[in-house]
């Protein structure tokens, strides 16, 4: 399925991409991938929920892939927040919103704290409000890992690999590249600006209050899926989401990490055709 680029401006300024997949005309699904990725990590969801007749935005959050970096730094959770609610205004119907990991986080603050609700739907993956700080403290080490970058894509599968140990290294290194730029000086970097992680370990110790709130005023469709082998999502707090949010309905997806499309995207993608298809 053909893909098409797609940019909105946020409301401070800086250029948002990402890539449109599927008839426009049809209903419209936003994917908003975790920190320190960016769209590529949603492999082949985006157009295998467009080919079941949705209308795909597969965006970079502000900072990451394609999307400009913010010249303040600014990389709170509101302005994520901000940016999601423009690309929303611009529809003519509400979207589904599919969010993994910190895209889930601003979708559910989007819609839990807005008087009227703003979307269709809402899929969060392996994200609760209640978050495991051991599972976060390692995927912030992994990410500050190499400040310096890396001298050849293989360093850069090396470093995957001892991160996700469970996942078969890419035959072909080639693919890596969407998720990493070039320095001047020839280095590889993620392709994120820095200061998204010096802004993430300032405050997500303000978080879990603020998510647990928010959880508590949804009252539309809702999915969770959980990677059953996450560090980062605990059962207690699936379980006690699912006792705020009594609508929500529930996927554990087996061999799954945190990184449950990178791992299990073929299941991930049917669970989550699976829900939309079934809305109101």
């Not at 990402?18 to 936003?30: E, K, S, T, V």
């Not at 080490?141 to 894509?153: A, C, D, H, V």
């Amino acid at each position: 399925m053909e893909k098409v680029p797609v940019k909105y401006e946020s409301s401070d300024g800086l250029i948002l991409k990402g890539d449109g997949y599927g008839n426009p005309a049809n209903p419209p699904l936003i994917l908003l991938h975790g920190g320190g990725q960016t769209r590529y990590s949603w492999g082949a969801a985006a157009k295998e929920i467009a080919e079941a007749g949705w209308h795909t935005i597969n965006m970079d959050l502000r900072g990451h892939g394609e999307s400009e970096w913010s010249a303040m730094a600014d990389y709170s959770l509101d302005s994520f927040v901000g940016d999601l609610k423009v690309i929303i205004d611009s529809l003519s119907r509400k979207p589904v919103v599919v969010g993994a990991s910190m895209g889930g986080m601003t979708a559910l603050i989007c819609e839990g704290e807005t008087k009227e609700s703003v979307m269709r739907g809402l899929v969060l993956v392996d994200i609760t409000p209640r978050i495991e700080y051991a599972g976060v403290t390692r995927i912030i080490n992994f990410m500050t890992r190499n400040p310096e970058g890396f001298g050849t894509l293989e360093e850069v599968a090396d470093a995957v690999a001892s991160y996700i140990p469970e996942r078969p290294c890419p035959q072909n290194l080639e693919g890596l590249k969407r998720n990493l730029r070039i320095r001047p000086d020839g280095r590889y970097v993620w392709h994120w600006d820095p200061n998204f992680i010096t802004n993430i370990m300032d405050s997500r110790e303000t978080w879990a209050e603020r998510l647990l709130k928010a959880a508590g005023n949804l009252t539309l469709p809702t999915l969770l899926i959980r990677g059953n082998k996450s560090d980062v999502v605990s059962k207690e707090g699936v379980i006690e989401f699912r006792k705020v949010v009594a609508q929500a309905k529930y996927v554990d997806i087996n061999e799954a990490t945190h990184m449950v499309v990178g791992d299990q995207n073929t299941v991930f993608s049917h669970a989550v055709i699976e829900f939309i298809k079934k809305l109101p």
